[in-house]
């Protein structure tokens, strides 16, 4: 049993590259969520797709962009890495049964921008 | 003032102590409240989830909601090292308006010491 999974792991960029953190689910979850852990600030939400063909804004957007692909896969994109983008990235997913459902995470991306 | 405020610790306790760990929020709108544990380089596990105020007990943990003084706390009775991780507190209004959205607290890292 799967959750929630995140790829890569871990990744090293440049600053000004770009690329795309995936994450799929297989609990039939219709939303999913996008944050990133910073130290001293906690988990702050990117952006989030309360179901298929939707998607909404967060906390800290800004540069940032997400694609909910089909149900299981929400994609997260940097278009040019900035160093504050430095974090680890959790993708999450929750029930069908409407807002307020416990959120099941993956175990993160740790992205590194130099 | 934070929405959430949690203590970060860290907190030290030997086996078997009773732990209390709190959260204190102060947006009234908040109706749904959880305790996530993190261990070390993986993502927030969901332990506990409440709704409004009182008790929940599961195992060795009891999770307690305050809604008159907007206080949340997670009591982890004959705690072993296997409890040592980071606890998150998380809360959510009520359908409508920002309910896809949880506010975490900061997260609190507790040691159980053999």
Not at chain 2, 53 to 58: A, H, I, L, W
Not at chain 2, 73 to 85: E, G, H, Y
Request: positive net charge; aromatic residues 12%; glycine residues 8%.
């Amino acid at each position: 049993n799967a959750g929630v999974t995140q790829t890569p792991k871990f990744q090293v960029l440049k600053t000004g590259q770009s690329m795309t953190l995936q994450c799929a689910q297989d609990m039939n979850h219709n939303s999913m969520y996008w944050y990133r852990q910073d130290p001293g600030m906690g988990l702050r939400l990117i952006y989030y797709s309360a179901s298929e063909g939707t998607t909404d804004k967060g906390e800290v957007p800004n540069g940032y962009n997400v694609s909910r692909l089909n149900k299981r896969e929400f994609s997260l994109r940097l278009e040019s890495a900035a160093p504050s983008q430095t974090s680890v990235y959790f993708c999450a997913s929750s029930g069908d049964r409407g807002p307020n459902q416990p959120q099941h995470f993956g175990d993160g991306t740790r992205l590194s921008i130099l | 003032q934070k929405e959430v405020e949690q203590d970060p610790g860290p907190l030290s306790v030997p086996e078997g102590a009773i732990v209390s760990l709190n959260c204190t929020y102060s947006n009234s709108a908040f109706q749904y409240f959880m305790w996530y544990r993190q261990y070390s380089r993986k993502g927030p596990e969901l332990l506990m989830y409440t709704y409004s105020s009182g008790n929940k007990e599961d195992g060795r943990f009891t999770a307690q909601v305050d809604k008159s003084s907007k206080y949340i706390s997670l009591f982890i009775r004959d705690s072993q090292p296997s409890d040592s991780a980071t606890y998150l507190c998380a809360m959510t209004p009520p359908s409508g308006a920002g309910s896809y959205q949880l506010t975490f607290g900061k997260g609190t890292k507790l040691s159980v010491i053999p």
